[in-house]
């Protein structure tokens, strides 16, 4: 069972793809865990990766795709995985496609976790954390005691630029740019599944173990 997650930057894919692939016993894939361990242990992938990520540019498709097909192959894959936030955009599907053809697999389903702009922003731009310990707090969710202040060592709490309300309306806008024809492309496949990210994360669990066990990919 090969399941992809999309949804806008804070719609809780990480969070749903790490609880639906331990209760499924899939693996958890994510691109940005497999740069990073790629880099780390300076594979062939790796090396070429770091050039870019060096000069600042993104890493071509071509290499992401490559290190997301190696880890399919993995044995630790065997019994499928869930690919967190990837494909992005249409031409990496087109390209895992056909990585997964080739090892004679294909991808089963995706889970569309829809969430309104307003409560994605809501949602990343209440993150901050301590700029010495990097503890972190949510304004909303989990505030520190005093505010900016961190609970643990006193020092002021901080906000990463890519959390500001601002650069996460252009994220959302470079996002679905990218993504709708994404939806399109599996939703005339008939494998695309919506659920809605804005309930609390055990009932969105539930629903998309309950999608899965109805078209015969996983138990609840």
Not at 178 to 183: H, K, S
Request: proline share 5%; with cysteine.
């Amino acid at each position: 069972m090969y399941v992809v997650f999309l949804g806008v930057p804070g719609a809780g894919k990480g969070t749903q793809a790490a609880l639906v692939a331990q209760k499924l016993g899939l693996a958890h894939v994510s691109t940005g865990d497999l740069l990073r361990e790629a880099v780390r242990v300076r594979t062939d992938l790796g090396k070429k990766a770091k050039e870019f990520m060096d000069k600042g540019e993104l890493v071509p498709d071509e290499l992401v795709v490559a290190m997301v097909i190696d880890s399919l192959a993995a044995p630790g894959a065997s019994a499928g995985a869930i690919l967190d936030g990837f494909p992005r955009n249409l031409s990496q599907a087109k390209a895992l496609d056909e990585g997964l053809r080739q090892q004679s697999k294909g991808v089963d389903a995706v889970v569309f976790l829809n969430v309104a702009g307003a409560v994605v922003v809501e949602r990343i731009s209440g993150r901050w954390e301590c700029g010495s310990c990097r503890t972190p707090y949510h304004t909303v969710t989990a505030p520190p005691k005093l505010a900016g202040v961190c609970d643990k060592c006193g020092q002021a709490l901080v906000q990463r630029p890519d959390d500001r309300p601002e650069t996460v309306q252009r994220r959302l806008a470079v996002y679905l740019e990218q993504t709708q024809p994404l939806l399109d492309y599996y939703h005339a496949r008939g494998i695309l599944f919506e659920v809605n990210g804005e309930q609390p994360i055990p009932r969105v669990t539930e629903q998309v173990l309950a999608i899965l066990s109805a078209y015969g990919m996983g138990s609840v």
